[in-house]
């Protein structure tokens, strides 16, 4: 199957945006410190601030399993459990993960339409007794753009972190597709008045080259968090190659820019889209009702996508789609249907 036909498959399969590449290559030259002590690091570092408007440490990792899973450890006691939807990447695709970093701490699934939680599940989940036989809730954990491609609102993230907080529960919130989310119109500056301990936002998925950053809003989970990451290999040598992608995507507007675009790409695709949309589409993914034959069908034209965790479809969009591959993707949709 040729290369180009995974271009619906994930965001993760497109190449690196060319903002990211050219940071690299700019602050490639010379030498510099290691382990996130260099002036790339810092300067990053203090995009992410100002993208954010707030005061916050900044770390950078190099997957998104590894910036879920160690935000999640910081926050929970191995004896502990962590809120999430039941479909959240942490409980679906991250092979226990979590449980690795954190030493056993446990996953408690929570219900909610297109990957978002209902406030309702949470009531009842914090309502369960503690006991000695199991993990009770400690932290909550919270996915902005969601599995499913929709987006939560500031009212209905501040509804979450606001049941959290009135039982002592940190938040971590998984932005593998913040950027998406924010495209669609969640204020960047609004993330720092949430109630969020830990954020994760993703540059993988957004057009960079693997990393991620950590955004420590509490600052009281920062002591010793280097000695955490060195741990898990995640304070690499040469950290200025985390960083200096996201100098680049930051500093021009090409993080919103590149997002936008896949937004847009996905509204495309819905609007010819000939099989049943299940969830909204808000960010950058569609998922629809496919039989098995239609799926198989559309794979012998060298079209490659899954079939996820509800059993629908999915395609997403990237910074790299265009319009005609597009308008390729629904006629040869149509021709399956």
């Keep these: ?16 945006a060319p903002e990211a590449l050219e940071a690299l290559i700019e602050f490639n030259g010379g030498a510099a410190s290691g382990y996130g002590t260099d002036h790339v690091t810092t300067m990053a570092a203090d995009a992410v601030r100002n993208f954010l408007d707030c005061d916050a440490d900044v770390r950078f990792v190099g997957s998104g399993t590894a910036a879920n899973a160690i935000a999640l450890a910081t926050l929970c006691r191995p004896f502990e459990g962590v809120l999430a939807h039941r479909h959240a990447h942490v409980c679906t695709d991250e092979t226990g993960a979590p449980a690795f970093f954190g030493h056993g701490l446990g996953l408690i699934p929570l219900d909610g339409a297109s990957g ?55 938040v971590h919130l998984d932005g593998a597709r913040l950027a998406n989310a924010l495209a669609n119109g969640l204020d960047p500056t609004s993330l720092k008045t949430l109630g969020v301990d830990i954020l994760v936002i993703g540059g993988t998925k957004n057009g960079m080259t693997p ?50 675009h896949a937004n847009a790409m996905a509204k495309r695709l819905a609007a010819g889209m000939p099989f049943p949309i299940r969830h ?12 098995e034959a239609a799926l198989n069908r559309l794979r012998a034209q060298g079209w490659f996508v899954y079939r996820f965790t509800d059993g629908a479809v999915r395609f997403m969009c990237s910074w790299t789609t265009t319009e005609a591959e597009v308008d390729a993707l629904i006629a040869s949709l149509k021709s399956v249907a």
Excluded: C
């Design 280 to 291: 909204p589409v808000e960010a950058n993914g569609l998922f629809v009702e496919m039989d």
């Design 116 to 170: 978002r939680i209902d406030p309702q599940a949470m009531d009842d989940a914090l309502a369960v007794p503690d006991a000695s036989y199991r993990q009770s809730p400690a932290a909550l954990t919270l996915t902005n753009a969601t599995e499913y491609g929709t987006t939560y609102s500031v009212e209905a993230i501040r509804a979450l972190t606001g049941r959290a907080r009135a039982h002592g529960l940190p």
């Design 211 to 260: 990393t991620e950053a950590l955004v420590l809003f509490n600052k009281d989970l920062s002591r010793r968090f280097d000695a955490r990451l060195k741990q898990a290999g995640q304070l690499p040598s040469k950290g200025r190659f985390y960083s200096a992608p996201w100098i680049g995507m930051l500093r021009d507007g090409a993080f919103l820019r590149h997002a936008a």
């Design 1 to 16: 199957m040729s290369a180009g036909r995974y271009n619906f498959a994930s965001d993760n399969t497109a190449g690196a």
